[in-house]
């Protein structure tokens, strides 16, 4: 079982910044993709960013220009580096971890952006 926690979440004003952080309970050895997603009440769960244990990235349109994935294996944690922000990325966001097609999620860190 892989347990995941995220942090960094919070209140900013728009055209501000966060970095969210997401720490992994386990050393992972093999194939697999960590990642942010968001959700907003009454809507799906999104896709924000992702990346590989090869350190492949993808991102949403939404966010691309102003978030930036990264990794420490060291530190077992990843990061979303969060510019320029804007209200509509106010959202709950979730870390995610994948292997072998099996899926961990944390409990999530809420964002808001004020205009």
């Known amino acids: 079982q892989v347990h995941l926690v995220e942090s960094g979440g919070g209140l900013v004003q728009a055209g501000g910044s966060l970095r969210l952080s997401c720490l992994r309970s386990?050393?992972?050895?093999?194939?697999?993709?960590m990642g942010w997603y968001r959700q907003v009440s009454g809507k799906q769960r999104e896709l924000v960013a992702t990346i590989t244990s090869g350190g492949i990235t993808n991102y949403a349109d939404s966010v691309k220009g102003r978030f930036t994935i990264s990794r420490d294996d060291g530190k077992r944690t990843v990061y979303l580096q969060m510019n320029s922000l804007e209200p509509e990325d106010t959202a709950i966001y979730y870390c995610?971890?994948?292997?072998?097609?099996?899926?961990?999620w944390g409990k999530g860190t809420l964002v808001t952006v004020s205009s």
């Open positions: 995610n971890f994948e292997l072998g097609g099996l899926n961990y």
């Open positions: 386990e050393v992972i050895i093999g194939i697999f993709t």
